[in-house]
């Protein structure tokens, strides 16, 4: 089981370089350029949108969310660039991509978003 986890972590990865390499390939239509671009910005923040401290949900989006988001992300880019930026991910296997602090920043601007509106809903005035 250990074993499956840590391939499915690896092809995870992979994937998301190969997302990387597919946005900064100027052949990407613009939408698949802004869905995979706010993809990898949530994959690479170092913040979740669920905290992983959360039982069951904290893992659900780096279980389900994350994968949704890249299907959608692969299937919006065309079949030639994303067969040739899989092809270039191989290559540079093991190479790590940044954090992503703009994802970072969403991500915790809507958790401040909702402790604000948790404070006006419940707070007595």
Sequence with gaps: MLQQLTAWAK??????????????????????????????????????????????????????????GILLAVRLIPPEVMAAARQEALTREGERLPASLPGAAVIAALWLGLLWWAVQAFWPQ
């Design 11 to 68: 092809r995870l990865g992979r994937e998301l370089l190969a997302l990387y390499l597919a946005y900064r390939d100027p052949r990407t239509p613009w939408p698949a350029r802004v869905w995979t671009a706010l993809v990898l910005a949530y994959a690479l923040s170092p913040l979740d949108l669920i905290p992983d401290f959360i039982p069951v949900l904290g893992l659900l989006d780096d279980a389900l969310l994350l994968p949704l």
